[in-house]
């Protein structure tokens, strides 16, 4: 057993260093990587630049609604990023406003999500016991769950997981369902109505359609339903997108359930037909895990030295495109289809 353990712990060292000895080489190679608080407020001003850029086009009729919907969660994908990175405090770490104000912008670009100051909570406990039952963060995405129809509607939409779910997930010491909603407030409740309300207007219109019945509507709610229908294409289904490409994949690239350490908490996800996906969640598949083992790591910097990383962390045992996985309820054993969900603690 000290064997295996000592053989785990140079696997681990040889991921780790081979990720700060790549970074150090873009860093010399490339001195302004060095300017990381620039980087990431020049990354910041770009994507919501792209978002208002896009939603403008569509507007004034430039591109069609969906050219806006993709153009849009690509660059609200980058804003996923940012957040992440500022959760680790990796820009401005010693501005507390503009810290808070790069925090803020993350969170209106990506509506359907807890505020970011709650979510460094769950996130660093992510880190602490990722892959157990008190995930928080990863088994609100449906990490751990059995394949069926849950577990897709738990990629589709956040709010209506930990609703149908609720039971199942108030077993987690950090996890009250009405206090867990409020931390939405007031982002991801405007999200809910706005998109509720398209798809319910729409839906209603649809069937009324297919019955031949027709209804007469009051001028002022022809141009509330104007506006809703911009505000869904150029903030609310962009989001949408977004949350259920980032969602299918990091649930499916977290292990759950029998992980007893860092090398067995994450694998690769980057198989060509993931590539839509990784498209509008920034190539997440293919760099978070490298986030487990360096989590000091900005993610531009994940993709740059992801290429020359991969084939070391396969070396050192980390798994690529198991999809299998998601037949395993995320489980890391491979022959434990059919075995009873045990968590484990780390």
Known sequence: MDNLRNSDQQR???????????????????????????????????????????????IYDVIPAWACIAISAFFAAISHELEHDLIHRLYFRKKAIVHNFMMLMVWIMRPNTVNPWYRRSIHFNHHKVSGTAEDIEERVLGNGMEFGWKRIITSLDGFLSISVRRKELSEMKLFNYFPFVLKGAPMAHLYIVAFYGFLGFHGFQAISSLMDIHHVYPAWVLQAIDVLNIVAVVWVLPNTLRAFSLHSVTSMLHYYGDVDGLLKQCQVMNHWALAPLNLFCFNFGSTHAMHHFVVSQPFYLRQLVAKEIHPIMRENGIRFNDFDAILRANRFNKSAVNEPLVATTI
Do not use: E, T
């Open 12 to 58: 681990l060292n040889n991921i780790q260093s081979a990720i700060r000895l790549a970074d150090n080489k873009w860093r010399i190679r490339f001195p302004m990587l060095d300017h990381q608080n620039a980087i990431g407020m020049l990354f910041l001003l770009v994507s919501l630049g792209g978002m208002i850029a896009s939603g403008l086009a569509y």
